[in-house]
């Protein structure tokens, strides 16, 4: 099921496994001390959770002054807040959340609302034919977020914490911050001293980020690892999945070019359409041969759209993609 193991001098990581075509590994970290943290909460799922609890004990038989007594999750998507719940109700922990978060996370009308598509990402996107077909899709996935993450929602919570704000456990002083871009709520902890990033989904080592309406912004996404970048004496970063980044800065940048790169991919091929181009062919035209990569990927797509929109470097008549009046050099 997973591994619980010390990577950083009081700070553990337990790796939550589950099949990947079904749900993606996760890394829920263990700050220990006399009032010890958790950050990322991880799947609600019974072993998922006996995982975290065995780890606590274990930690803190390791070390009788060391008490696990909080936990506070990186942003609001299933895979890293669905144990609070469980967590909070087997262990005694204490739920800490900011209001953005706790506003989402009170019940599960609340969570579907904070998924609602505008009316841009529902009509320039796709037909109407296509919205109906991916209904029993929906269905799917919301059945398996609740059977096999275990999802959860909390109608209260402990203690809200803001961005700025610093939390101090055993020699550590993690400092909160905004980072938002893969999920407006998500947060990241920094310890300047240490130099160490808890960057929950915003950084990962061998894959990218995923991107997709609505939570996601683009704009919001450069902008936050570029402040990720301008970090003192960055030196470690913990990521929500995979494992420890050794070479921060130069991730953070690889990340940036990657993203730049993709942005252009999309400009170039509705640019080399004289007439302009539809969303679905714009896709097939990146994914031409595989229905379930155009199905998962295609969020980034339409996030990527938004932000040259927003840029004015590309426009909209009726369902066709057009060039605007910006030029792509310009951002």
Known sequence: ?????????????????????????????????????????????????HLVGDAINSIQNRNKNWRILRVLPSHSHPDHFSGLKQLKSHYGLKVMLTEQMASVLSNKHAYRNSYKLSTLQKYRYSTVFERISELPLQVVFRTMYK??????????????????????????????????????????????????????????RSIYTWLGPPRSNLQEYFDTLEACLCLPNLKLILSAHGSTIHNP???????????????????????????????????????PRSLERRWLAKGWIIVTLEYLVNNNILTFEGRKIKLGANDINTV
Do not use: W
């Open 147 to 204: 059977k096999v993450y275990g999802i959860a929602f909390l109608q209260s919570h402990d203690t809200t914490v803001r961005p700025g704000e610093t939390i101090a456990i055993n020699g550590y002083n993690f400092t909160i911050i905004h980072g938002p871009g893969h999920c407006n709520d998500h947060i990241m902890l920094y310890d300047n001293k240490e130099g160490i990033l808890f960057a929950g989904d915003n950084i990962l």
């Open 1 to 49: 099921m997973g591994t619980c193991e010390e990577i950083y001098p009081g700070i553990f990581k337990i790796v939550q496994s589950k099949p990947r075509r079904i749900a993606p590994p996760v890394n829920v970290y263990i700050i220990a001390g006399d009032d010890g943290l958790i950050f990322d909460a991880g799947y609600g799922d019974d072993t998922s959770i």
């Open 249 to 287: 800065k130069e991730r953070i940048k690889e990340i940036i070019e990657y993203r730049k790169l993709r942005t252009r991919q999309v400009y170039s091929l509705v640019a080399n359409e004289t007439h302009g181009i539809t969303f679905a062919r714009l896709l097939n035209s990146i994914y």
